[in-house]
């Protein structure tokens, strides 16, 4: 089974600041990552995934994450953050059999809220 | 598409009593997953379908727990009889052979008093 770590449970910033929201997985296999976000009282959102190819993947709202195999990790980074960023960030990790997607493993979240 | 639908969106329930939480998934979808948000524990995986199999049910709590998938367009999660730890968000989710992305509905809300 996989796992993932995410190893702030909170991050507080400014708005305008950098953020970086880390997350590092344990796998043996090959795996699909994946960054979703949560705003209060909604369901889960993709913001990124990474499959194969370029390690640096850019997502919706201005994130962007980094694939990181030697270091199992997959931080999620964005250089100006907005209020309107202020959300829950899950971390997850899945199996896959070929292109079909298996069960997402999930962290335990970052809570990040932008001050202004 | 309006994407994945679940209902009811909140439910509030007696203890004892048995509730169903429903799901439509995206039409075209083969996969089909069932997950329930709490702060002690996160999000957990309780069951998934494939083409309306249960492929891993390893998740669901214990016996009082139960979902089926009788079409390609529904699936049910029942919880019978209810208890106030079940008090959770249960979301569904569903996804593609070949999509490599699952797409979530927004939730029900159980409060189990």
């Known amino acids: 089974a996989q796992s993932v770590t995410q190893l702030d449970s909170q991050v507080p910033v400014f708005e305008e600041a950098p953020v970086e929201l880390r997350c590092n997985y344990s796998s043996s296999v090959s795996v699909y990552l994946f960054w979703y976000v949560q705003y209060p009282n909604q369901g889960l959102q993709l913001l990124l995934k990474?499959?194969?190819?370029?390690?640096l993947v850019k997502g919706i709202n201005g994130f962007e994450a980094e694939f990181n195999k030697s270091q199992t990790s997959f931080h999620l980074r964005k250089p100006s953050v907005h209020i309107s960023d202020t959300a829950e960030y899950f971390c997850a990790v899945s199996d896959h059999r070929g292109s079909t997607l298996g069960r997402l493993y999930f962290g335990r979240g970052t809570q990040l809220t932008v001050w202004p | 598409d309006a994407g994945v639908i679940q209902s009811p969106r909140h439910e509030v329930t007696e203890m004892g009593q048995e509730v169903t939480l429903r799901c439509k998934p995206i039409?075209?979808?083969?996969?089909l997953f069932w997950y329930r948000q709490t702060m002690m524990r996160g999000l957990e995986l309780l069951i998934y379908?494939?083409?309306?199999?249960?492929?891993?049910d390893s998740g669901m709590p214990e016996d009082r727990f139960s979902a089926k998938m009788p079409n390609a367009s529904f699936s049910t999660l029942k919880i019978q009889p209810s208890e106030p730890r079940d008090s959770a968000v249960y979301f569904c989710?569903?996804?593609?052979?070949?999509?490599?992305?699952?797409?979530f509905g927004q939730g029900t809300r159980l409060t189990v008093v």
């Open positions: 039409s075209g979808h083969n996969s």
């Open positions: 990474y499959l194969s190819g370029s390690t």
């Open positions: 379908f494939n083409n309306n199999v249960p492929i891993d």
């Open positions: 989710a569903s996804s593609t052979q070949g999509h490599t992305e699952a797409f």
